[in-house]
């Protein structure tokens, strides 16, 4: 008997070594120049990754081609193959002119747990409605309307970078402007006050925190299934969000939308229009609001948050492109009776052009992906593109190579002087019919930050923070490894 089950488990390894083996054959078979692969991860060096898709090592695949100068390569997640594009022009066939071939982004959703499942995750025929649906809550007019509510959220800040000025203290940048966007989010996405300043433990402070910063060792087995087995997680229902956060998160939304459908409560924030579009025939269900909702809080805190802080960490280093901005937030106050209007904030031009910069050397989103959907061929190439291929466009190495930015280390806002010139590996949005889609609101967000920062306080470098700021490699979204700290110096 013992010998019978030995047998068993060498026949069933030696299958297992085949079938990886095999797998991992496939590029070679292919002609394709690859990286040699390793199982279990593949060509991930990162085993238990803090996300749901894959960050920096995009910036290793891009750099390791280069260097081959291919302007594709094959390499693995896991045991899947994924392709690597270099080649701006190629990236805007899959993500504009042939989008049709392209349409799933591959990133892991399951209706078990409804905060999953949302246009950043869905795929096909869902993606393409939920997308003309919601396109609807993110126009300038929906803009404006939430613009108000922005702006009030952004002095909830100020007493503390006031208090820090007075005793010289560091402030921990990425943390502030994350409690900022927050609240800003929370209002004008919930209609809800998180109070991120006045209360240390603010719930929805809390759930961004845990849910982009807290792992335990179960969390990170979760995320390891979903990565590199996606299909076997799908098959047990294995969700990529920490529990606590899924809970309670849709606990939080439940109960919101119950509380304003029983008093008709009615608010000029998104959940409003959502509610909204429920009620006018659309087919909404509590579960999608719940999926749609939490990707507009992770996007809308996360993305602007860490724009806002590396802009104000390359302006302390750079004091000469903050006196100008400065100038320039400076006489449009004065020229708006100190109240912004919505078209003024939006209409300051080197504002736009030191944004532009920040999302060169830090797009918060590093890597764009998409998966082959139709069997599809590049018009100079004989390669098939199988369907069920993965794209993977390393959108932080493009924007960072001298031969599309020319000293691209160098933080400089003047190459965005021509604000209708067109730059085919600048991608910090994506690009084609999968863009992002809260752009407007993400760039409000940054405009309403940085001026009313700006307005108030020179920023200046602190001896805490080490230079040059590393990125994290095991997040899926730009961070730095440690915290960003500066210096807020009042102006009178
Ligand atoms: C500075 C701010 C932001 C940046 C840099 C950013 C960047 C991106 C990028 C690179 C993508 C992928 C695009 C692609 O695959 O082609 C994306 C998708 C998306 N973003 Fe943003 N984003 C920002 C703010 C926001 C905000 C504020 C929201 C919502 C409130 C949002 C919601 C989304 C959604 C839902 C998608 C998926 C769209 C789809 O697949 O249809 N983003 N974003």
């Known amino acids: 008997m013992l010998t019978e089950i030995a047998i068993l488990f060498a026949s069933v390894g030696i299958v297992a070594v085949l079938f990886v083996k095999y797998k991992y054959g496939y590029w070679k078979r292919r002609n394709v120049p690859y990286l040699e692969p390793t199982f279990p991860t593949g060509n991930n060096t990162s085993f238990f990754p803090k996300g749901i898709a894959i960050g920096k090592i995009s910036d290793y695949f891009y750099k390791e081609f280069k260097a081959r100068g291919v302007k594709r390569g094959g390499v693995f997640l896991g045991v899947d193959p994924s392709l690597v594009l270099l080649d701006p022009e190629d990236i805007r066939t899959v993500l504009v002119k042939e989008f049709n071939s392209f349409v799933d982004r591959g990133i892991y959703g399951t209706k078990a747990d409804p905060t999953t499942v949302h246009l950043v995750t869905q795929n096909g025929q869902d993606w393409k409605s939920a997308r003309v649906k919601y396109t609807s809550v993110f126009t300038s007019a929906k803009m404006k309307i939430m613009y108000d509510a922005m702006k009030k959220t952004i002095t909830y800040m100020l007493p503390l970078l006031d208090d820090s000025a007075k005793r010289n203290l560091d402030v921990d940048v990425l943390d502030t402007t994350a409690r900022f966007t927050t609240d800003s989010v929370g209002l004008t996405i919930f209609g809800v006050e998180c109070n991120s300043f006045k209360d240390p433990d603010a719930e929805f402070r809390n759930l961004g925190i845990h849910l982009l910063e807290q792992f335990s060792p179960m969390d990170r087995m979760r995320l390891f299934m979903v990565i590199y087995f996606p299909k076997l997680a799908a098959k047990l229902n ?50 999608e609001l719940i999926g749609q909702t939490f990707v507009f809080f992770l996007a809308g805190f996360e993305t602007s948050s860490s724009t806002t802080t590396m802009t104000l960490f390359e302006l302390a280093e750079n004091q000469d492109v903050q006196d100008r901005l400065r100038e320039e937030i400076t006489s449009t106050f004065e020229k708006n009776n100190n109240d912004l209007s919505y078209e003024a904030l939006m209409g300051m031009k080197y504002l736009g052009q030191v944004i532009d910069e920040t999302l060169r050397m830090y797009p918060p989103v590093i890597s764009l992906l998409r998966v082959c959907v139709k069997d599809f061929k590049f018009p100079d190439s004989d390669l098939l593109i199988e369907k069920g291929t993965r794209i993977i466009i390393p959108a932080l190495s493009l924007h960072r190579d001298p031969d599309h930015f020319p000293d691209p280390m160098k933080y400089c806002p003047d190459r965005f002087e021509d604000r209708n010139k067109k730059y085919p590996a600048y991608l910090p949005f994506g690009d084609g019919p999968r863009n992002c889609i809260g752009l407007r609101y993400g760039l409000m967000q940054v405009r309403v930050g940085l001026a009313n920062i700006l307005r108030n306080y020179k920023v200046l470098p602190s001896p805490s923070t080490k230079k040059p700021l590393e990125i994290d490699p095991d997040m899926f979204v730009l961070r730095p490894t440690q915290r960003v700290c500066l210096k807020f110096e009042k102006i009178n």
């Open 238 to 287: 294995i969700s990529n969000i920490q529990p606590e956060v899924s809970t309670k998160f849709t606990r939080l939304i439940k109960d919101t939308v119950e509380y304003r459908e029983k008093n008709n409560v009615s608010r000029k924030d998104f959940l409003d229009m959502l509610i909204q579009l429920k009620n006018s025939g659309q087919h909404i269900t509590l579960d």
